[in-house]
Each structure stands twice: as C-alpha cells, then as structure tokens.
C-alpha cells in the first residue's frame, strides 16, 4: 500500500489531499499492515507543516502498530536535508530506514532561503516548565531578533501562540506528544501544530453539553465560538480559538483547524467549513502577516462590559 | 508591601501551571497581611485562561475593596491592562452564573 504525500507539501491547501490519503491509517490501529509505503516521491516542496504532518503519522502508525516496518520512499537527499532544516532529525531517528529506491527523480536541492525556523517543539501537558522554557529560549529570541522593530508583531504572535498552547492543552490532554514548529520571514509567521489526542470533536461531544446527533461540523463551529468552551467554571474562557480566528480575519491571515474528519478555514475573513479525510486530534495551521498587527487586547477590548463598575489599582 | 515581578516567570505567561505559580505567590504574600504589587514590566503576553486564573479568582475572593486596597500592578501595558480586566469579568460572569 502506497500512501501519497502531496507534491507541494507547504500549507493548508495540500492538508485535505493529505488527510484523505492519511486517513485509512487511522482505521489500521492494532493491525501491523505489511508492505506500507510513506510515498514521497512526488513531494517538491516541504515546509515546516509538511515536515511535521508526515512525522506525526509515522509516529501514529509506530506507536498504534499500524503498519509492519513502514518505508520511506523518496529522494534521500531532499529529505534528509528538510529534516535537518526543520530539526526533525533527532524524532525521526529509528524511525526512518533507508531504501534503495530507483525512484530518486535526480539530485533535488532542498532551498534553504531567509526564513527563521523553530524547531519542532513538545506541547507535553506533563512539561509546563519546558513549554515555557521553550517560549523563552526559543520563541523570544528569535522573534525578537527577527522583528526587532516590530515591538506588536512580536505581541501578536505571542498572544496567539498562547492561546494555541492552551487550547491544545484543553484538548490534548490524552496525547503527550504534542508538537509545536514554525517559521517566517519578515512579512509573516506561519505556526503549526499537531496532535493525535483526544480531538476538539470527540472533546466536544463528550462535553454533555450538545446532542449526540450534533453534526461535527456543527461542534467545530461552536469551539471556535467566543465563550464556548468543554471546561466551563474553569479557568477557561472559550476565547482562545475565536480570539485567534478574529485576528485572523483583520489581518487578512489564514486560520484553519482539522479534527476528526471536518475542517473550519478562515481566508482572510473568508469562512469555510467542509469535511475532510479523518485525522485523530487535532491540526491547527496559522499564518499570520506580520504588517498591521492586531493585538489581543484590540479584539478582547470590546468584550469589556463592565469598565467602570471594576476598580482596579493600575498605580 | 511585597512585589511579586512576572519577568520572573517568564515574559510570556501562558500555561495553567505557571499561572498556578503565580496565583500561589500573590496568596501568600497576602495570607501574611501584605500589600502586593504585581509588577509586568517585560511581560510579551499573558493567555486569557492565565488572567481569569491569577486575577478573576482573586478578585472573587478578596471582593472588589480589599483587591483595590491590597493588589497594586505597575509597568502593566494597556494590552495587559485590557487581558486583566477580561479574566475578571469572566470570573464574575462564572459567579453570576454559579449564584443564580
């Protein structure tokens, strides 16, 4: 069995050809499926998403006993180098046998250009002190560095990696193997992550709070609703993937999040939501341009109510 | 009056645990009838859920009087300003509920 990864494996628009090749693997659990082949033949561009999408399936099928010594078909070279480039090499190790395929379509450079890369990040809900090592070692410097004079930007982005980080903790609470990549250059940041833990739909569903009959494109739409949240009386608010989504949209961004067979997609403000091939948990992809950032407090401002009825000691 | 500086615990404050940290921090201080000033210079971001977390339950618990009289936060931007502001009318919003 060929499992074919995409020739542009770059940004959410190779994620439903993706998922629909991905998803039978989901139905192998348990099964040790002989002669499988991670394809990548006809990849030409890998990002970061990429990278991160074809590590997590081969991790799934490790770890769930899908497949029986799964191989990697593809241009060595290319691979290798975006492994490196991504900072996948070190995950990957053991997992990734090499072949003697004569499928190699000649020598394809992997391009390394101006981008910053953060490397592939565990959002482990057992490592808080290393999530938030990882913010202040990895994210601020690099960021800072990078939009030095973008004092917002740098707000902005870390106002949405925040709230990524806690409703993936909301939501991932089974999985420990969370991760977390991103990259970007002057004009934007694009910031992925994965997980095969619970899943917003299944976590929905199981909230008590909506009929069984509710349709997973309807739950999707109500976790991205402002308020709306499984743990409610908690110190959760619901905000987190709305407030994202609202950013998104006044920055002319993109913003989309698969879970269990549905997708939600925000284009620039353009909304969408349609089903898709299965992923179990959760895929959150979010580019964000970096000119006329929007800060947290600018979507959340409006939602005060009670300005002047809460005293508070600001000396 | 003690200071309780949010730089150390990082310039963004983003996960429960951390919130914890701080939440525990600003309760002790005050068990042992201190004043508090919560300073943010350097702090990048706080999560929403982080700001219901530290500030709402606070504020539900000393009532509004005693968090103005106890619970002095300096170098806050307004982004913070605002993000604070939210976490306690959520948690207000939750009581409300909660008591109705």
Same mark, same amino acid.
């Given at each position: 069995?060929?499992?074919? #990864? !995409?020739?542009?494996?770059?940004?959410?628009?190779?994620?439903?050809?993706?998922?629909?090749?991905m998803?039978?693997m989901f139905?192998?659990k348990?099964?040790?499926?002989?002669?499988?082949?991670?394809?990548?033949?006809?990849?030409?561009?890998?990002?970061?998403?990429? $990278?991160?999408l074809?590590y997590k399936s081969m991790d799934y099928s490790?770890h769930n006993?899908c497949?029986?010594? !799964?191989?990697?078909?593809? &241009?060595?070279?290319?691979?290798?180098?975006?492994?490196?480039?991504?900072?996948?090499?070190?995950?990957?190790?053991?997992?990734?046998? !090499?072949?003697? %395929? %004569?499928?190699? &379509?000649?020598?394809?450079?992997? +391009?390394?250009?101006?981008?910053?890369?953060?490397?592939?990040?565990?959002?482990?809900?057992?490592?808080? &002190?290393?999530?938030?090592?990882?913010?202040?070692?990895?994210?601020? !410097?690099?960021?800072?560095?990078?939009?030095?004079?973008?004092?917002?930007?740098?707000?902005?982005?870390?106002?949405?990696?925040?709230?990524?980080?806690?409703?993936?903790? +909301?939501?991932a &609470?089974d999985d420990t193997r969370s991760l977390? =990549?991103?990259?970007?250059?002057?004009?934007?940041?694009?910031?992925?992550?994965a997980d095969n833990g619970k899943g917003?739909?299944?976590?929905?569903?199981?909230?008590?709070?909506?009929?069984?009959?509710?349709?997973?494109?309807?739950?999707?739409?109500? $976790? #991205?609703?402002?308020?709306?949240?499984?743990?409610?009386?908690?110190?959760?608010?619901?905000?987190?993937?709305?407030?994202?989504?609202?950013?998104?949209? #006044?920055?002319?961004?993109?913003?989309?999040?698969?879970s269990e067979? =549905?997708?939600?997609?925000?284009?620039?403000?353009?909304?969408?939501?349609?089903?898709?091939?299965f992923w179990k948990g959760t895929i959150?992809?979010?580019?964000?341009?970096?000119?006329?950032?929007?800060? =947290?407090?600018?979507? =959340?401002?409006?939602? #005060?109510?009670?300005?002047?009825?809460?005293?508070?000691?600001?000396? | 009056? /003690?200071?309780?500086?949010? /730089?150390?615990?990082?310039? *963004? *404050?983003? @996960?429960?645990?951390?919130?914890?940290?701080?939440?525990? @921090?600003?309760?002790?201080?005050?068990?042992?009838?201190?004043?508090?000033?919560? @300073?943010?210079?350097?702090? *990048?971001?706080?999560?929403?859920?982080?700001?219901?977390?530290?500030?709402?339950?606070?504020?539900?618990?000393?009532?509004?009087?005693?968090?103005?009289?106890?619970?002095?936060?300096?170098?806050?931007?307004?982004?913070?300003?605002? *993000?604070?502001?939210?976490?306690? /009318?959520?948690?207000?919003? @939750?009581? /409300?509920?909660?008591?109705?």
């Open positions: 069995m060929n499992i074919k #990864l !995409p020739r542009n494996f770059v940004n959410y628009n190779c994620i439903p050809e993706f998922l629909s090749e998803e039978i139905k192998l348990g099964k040790l499926k002989p002669d499988v082949v991670f394809d990548c033949t006809k990849i030409r561009k890998l990002s970061s998403l990429g $990278a991160l074809l490790i006993n497949f029986t010594n !799964p191989e990697i078909n593809g &241009n060595e070279l290319f691979l290798e180098s975006a492994w490196n480039h991504y900072g996948f090499s070190k995950y990957l190790k053991g997992y990734v046998k !090499p072949t003697n %395929s %004569s499928d190699f &379509n000649g020598y394809l450079k992997f +391009e390394l250009t101006d981008k910053f890369v953060i490397a592939p990040q565990p959002l482990s809900r057992k490592e808080h &002190n290393q999530v938030n090592k990882i913010l202040q070692t990895k994210f601020t !410097p690099i960021l800072n560095e990078f939009y030095s004079n973008e004092e917002e930007a740098v707000r902005m982005i870390f106002g949405c990696v925040s709230e990524i980080i806690g409703n993936f903790w +909301e939501h &609470n977390l =990549v991103a990259e970007g250059n002057r004009k934007y940041i694009e910031i992925t992550c917003i739909i299944s976590t929905m569903r199981n909230s008590g709070k909506y009929k069984s009959s509710s349709s997973s494109e309807y739950l999707l739409r109500k $976790a #991205l609703t402002k308020g709306v949240t499984s743990k409610p009386f908690s110190s959760h608010m619901g905000y987190g993937l709305w407030i994202i989504d609202q950013i998104v949209s #006044l920055t002319k961004g993109k913003f989309f999040v698969y067979g =549905v997708y939600y997609g925000n284009n620039a403000g353009k909304e969408l939501m349609k089903k898709c091939g959150i992809y979010l580019f964000l341009p970096i000119d006329n950032p929007v800060l =947290v407090s600018q979507v =959340v401002e409006k939602e #005060l109510l009670r300005k002047n009825d809460i005293l508070l000691n600001f000396g | 009056m /003690e200071t309780i500086t949010l /730089e150390k615990y990082g310039h *963004i *404050i983003s @996960d429960s645990s951390l919130g914890g940290s701080i939440l525990n @921090d600003i309760s002790s201080a005050l068990s042992k009838g201190k004043a508090v000033t919560v @300073d943010f210079q350097n702090v *990048i971001s706080m999560a929403t859920f982080c700001s219901k977390q530290i500030f709402g339950s606070l504020y539900i618990r000393l009532t509004p009087q005693v968090f103005f009289d106890k619970i002095r936060m300096v170098n806050a931007s307004s982004d913070m300003k605002i *993000i604070v502001r939210l976490g306690i /009318e959520k948690a207000l919003s @939750d009581q /409300e509920v909660l008591v109705s």
